[in-house]
């Protein structure tokens, strides 16, 4: 007969499964989601290997809490969770970027401004790249921790390592936070058709946020159980990692679901050019001549497919056919 955790690992472990399910059905090509796929497969697999793994009848109720999911195998599962969400920061950190690049914005003619703007860009790009990989080696210091200095104190240097990875993961939401309400992407808002793709970067942030701090107090409240300073009832435990782990991680993935990529540039900003027309429509504000505006979407298109290259798309089989007025501006643009 199973115990109360097990029952719980089961129900985790069937969740996973459906989500997975979801996940490799709605991934196609698109490597966006190989991140979440990895991680939910590692989340099956560590929670099969609980499931299955025989434990003594005797054992006290710290063997069965310091057995849990959240406490060995999660801290460094998240390594692949933490991927997918930091692939898609960059992504989107790269577009605006990119667009920083782009004559079609009004407000950067400035050469000082564009590159000041430019460089803020390329700081905060190159800043969460270092967080990820600052937590990625201190997910393997937990882990050699956990397996070869199996002590007292080694549950406390588990905890200080869980507590550095979420020190990390509060920065880096700091850093997305303060990009999306940056002055250029404030401006690149208003241009956008397709808004999704910042409110993944904060949900995204803001859940995953949740479920390190939640892995955090769980391992400092492992460490004061072990050394006799306090007790937790097995139900409050399981309650615990269910409402304040697992639940924002479902939610991530159900959020993924829902968004399936990051779009490319192109889409991002498909009507720059009449989108400003119309917002400068009965004012003194002169728009450039035709001559400049071939150029803005020589420029646009140029940038769409170079971020094409990094990003996958969509097989061509989905590509809209090309209707009259885009050939005819085609071969004006040729002709000139």
């Not at 409240?221 to 639940?247: H, K, M, N, Q, R």
Request: proline share 4%.
């Amino acid at each position: 007969m199973l115990t109360q955790q097990q029952n719980a690992w089961a129900f985790y472990c069937t969740v996973y499964f459906a989500l997975g399910i979801l996940l490799i059905a709605r991934s196609r090509a698109n490597s966006f989601l190989i991140p979440f796929i990895l991680f939910v497969a590692f989340s099956i697999i560590s929670l099969l290997y609980l499931l299955l793994k025989t434990y003594p009848t005797d054992s006290d109720l710290q063997t069965q809490i310091s057995s849990s999911q959240v406490l060995v195998y999660l801290p460094v599962i998240s390594i692949a969770l933490f991927g997918g969400i930091v692939q898609s920061q960059l992504t989107y950190l790269g577009h605006i970027t990119h667009a920083a690049y782009s004559r079609g914005l009004p407000e950067l003619n400035d050469e000082k401004q564009t590159q000041k703007k430019n460089k803020s860009l390329a700081s905060l790009y190159y800043g969460v790249l270092l967080l990820y990989i600052l937590y990625i080696i201190t997910a393997i210091l937990f882990l050699w921790l956990h397996l070869y200095n199996p002590t007292t104190t080694s549950y406390r240097s588990t905890a200080i390592c869980v507590t550095c990875m979420m020190l990390l993961v509060f920065i880096d939401s700091l850093i997305i936070y303060h990009s999306t309400r940056h002055s250029t992407t404030q401006h690149l808002n208003n241009l956008r058709r397709k808004t999704r793709d910042i409110q993944f970067l904060r949900f995204s942030a803001v859940l995953f946020s949740i479920t390190i701090a939640s892995m955090t107090l769980i391992s400092w409240l492992d460490y004061e159980t072990l050394t006799g300073l306090l007790e937790i009832p097995l139900v409050a435990s399981i309650c615990l990692e269910t409402f304040f782990v697992y639940l924002p991680v479902f939610a991530l993935i159900a959020c993924c679901l829902k968004q399936k990529r990051m779009h490319q540039l192109g889409q991002q900003y498909p009507s720059v050019i009449q989108n400003v027309r119309r917002q400068t429509s009965g004012s003194t504000y002169r728009w450039r001549t035709s001559k400049e505006e071939d150029e803005i979407r020589f420029m646009v298109g140029k940038l769409g497919r170079s971020a094409a290259v990094k990003i996958p798309s969509p097989p061509s089989s989905y590509a809209r056919p090309a209707s009259v007025s885009s050939l005819k501006e085609k071969h004006n643009f040729a002709a000139y």
